[in-house]
């Protein structure tokens, strides 16, 4: 059994109220993930960082989208919500320091370019702190809509860290010039945090997941579970995209804190290396429609038959590439299939057959190739182990540069101990769009339409990742590859 745990990464989701008088200013799927806690500045505080998403019609009433948050007690209600919208007429004068109060929160995103940026100043009142956030994304659906990512908010809660609490939001949008009335309002959005935990495993054997739900407060606690797959292995829930695995499924937790409730069931073979999400949504208490979202990793679970110590490329000469492997177990291997990218497409170099007798072996064996390319841009490799079964797995990516090209961008720090990255691009005009893709071949971070010279990508986890450039006009590209060792 391999265990498999996550109870520190939470997502927590604002319920959006189901009630909506303009479509156009609809906002749905607000969802908050990847949180962690920086520490207490002062005592009865708590600061945490986290990456958001929401989605929003995409249309000209959304020039400026701005996002207040309060704790329960402090929502001032200024847009007189009921049911999700505010009761005001027309438009409405956008809210000052004054009419904010006690406000922890609060984002400003200039959407009338593109890409949007991240205001530096809250426009109706520049008085009003504006809260850090490390970058933004931007991606436009097929229905016309836009969904947001904003990542590394980094804000201070009036709490102490661990204290279950409920929050309020409020989401609102102008095509004024200055920002200063609010045409589009979603207000009153809820959230708990603090008041349940999950943890959980894969039983790789069994095909199984196992969890439990935990409250961390005294009264009892009701609620529903509904398990996804993370069908685009993004870690990202996407309720409109994960495929749902198990639906609505009623728990009452009795009994004092620490009290659970077990979850478990099958995991299709079919879904064996996709990551789980557990949904639950409480339905009693103080933070009652509110939901928490834990994300189980299933990608270890199938046993890999190839382990590999080492893959370097390094360009030997203008028109060669030196490649080395070194695999410290190996298990009904048949060989390796040498795999290079210098365009769009990945073609075949060479096979090479496994050094193991009978495909097996539990001693380090090396591989060498040397490969004849005299390609002048950015070449990538990398292989494809092939069982005797003919199933194949592949490893990550090496970037080689061509003999005496130019550094097209710097990434720093590399290695990075914090799960944070910045890459900065070459100094000139051009839009650019650019991939972060992790050892498996998997999107974790995407920037379209880039036209300024550096980006930063936040939280990630530990591991090995590629970083490609491409620009739009040219099709030019640049690849680095980043280490996360935190």
Not at 79 to 95: E, K, M, R, W
Not at 241 to 258: C, E, H, K, P
Not at 285 to 302: N, P
Request: one cysteine or more; proline letters at 5%.
């Amino acid at each position: 059994m391999k265990l498999i745990l996550r109870s520190l990464t939470v997502i927590a989701i604002f319920l959006v109220p189901s009630r909506v008088i303009r479509a156009q200013c609809t906002v749905s799927n607000i969802i908050i993930q990847n949180t962690s806690l920086a520490g207490s500045p002062a005592p009865g505080t708590c600061t945490v960082t986290f990456d958001a998403s929401f989605t929003i019609e995409n249309n000209n009433g959304n020039k400026y989208i701005f996002i207040h948050a309060w704790l329960a007690s402090d929502y001032p209600n200024y847009f007189h919500c009921v049911d999700g919208q505010s009761t005001l007429n027309g438009s409405i004068a956008a809210p000052d320091a004054g009419d904010l109060g006690n406000e922890f929160l609060t984002i400003g995103i200039n959407n009338d370019v593109l890409p949007p940026t991240l205001l530096t100043e809250y426009t109706p009142d520049p008085t009003v702190p504006i809260t850090t956030v490390s970058s933004i994304e931007r991606t436009v659906n097929p229905d016309g809509s836009a969904t947001f990512i904003l990542h590394g908010i980094t804000t201070t809660l009036p709490i102490s860290c661990g204290t279950p609490t409920v929050v309020i939001a409020d989401v609102w949008s102008s095509q004024s010039a200055a920002a200063q009335r609010a045409h589009c309002v979603n207000c009153g959005i809820r959230f708990g945090a603090g008041f349940l935990r999950v943890t959980g495993f894969v039983n790789c054997a069994a095909l199984q997941f196992n969890a439990s739900i935990t409250k961390n407060v005294p009264e009892t606690v009701s609620g529903v579970y509904r398990i996804y797959v993370d069908v685009n292995g993004d870690g990202y829930f996407s309720p409109g995209v994960d495929t749902l695995l198990r639906d609505a499924t009623s728990f009452n937790i009795t009994g004092g804190v620490g009290a659970s409730v077990g979850v478990s069931g099958p995991i299709p073979s079919a879904n064996l290396n996709q990551d789980l999400f557990i949904v639950v949504t409480q339905t009693s208490g103080a933070a009652s429609g509110a939901s928490t979202v834990t994300l189980l990793l299933s990608t270890q679970c199938a046993p890999l038959p190839v382990t590999f110590r080492t893959f370097t490329a390094d360009r030997y000469s203008r028109t060669s590439v030196a490649l080395k492997w070194e695999t410290a177990t190996e298990s009904n291997n048949s060989g390796f299939a040498l795999q290079r990218n210098i365009g769009k497409d990945w073609e075949l170099v060479t096979f090479i057959p496994t050094q193991a007798v009978g495909g097996n072996s539990s001693s380090v064996l090396t591989y060498n190739y040397m490969d004849r390319n005299e390609y002048a841009g950015m070449s990538l490799y990398r292989i494809k182990q092939v069982d005797f079964d003919n199933k194949s797995r592949l490893s990550e990516v090496r970037a080689v540069r061509g003999e005496g090209q130019e550094v097209k961008m710097t990434v720093y720090p590399n290695p990075s101990t914090d799960g944070t990255i910045n890459i900065v691009l070459e100094d000139r005009m051009g839009t650019r769009d650019l991939s972060l893709v992790d050892m498996n071949g998997r999107i974790v971070r995407q920037w379209l339409g880039v036209t300024t010279n550096a980006v930063q990508a936040v939280n990630l986890r530990p591991g090995i990742y590629t970083i490609r450039v491409m620009v739009r006009g040219t099709g030019a590209q640049s690849v680095e590859k980043i280490i996360v060792s935190k």
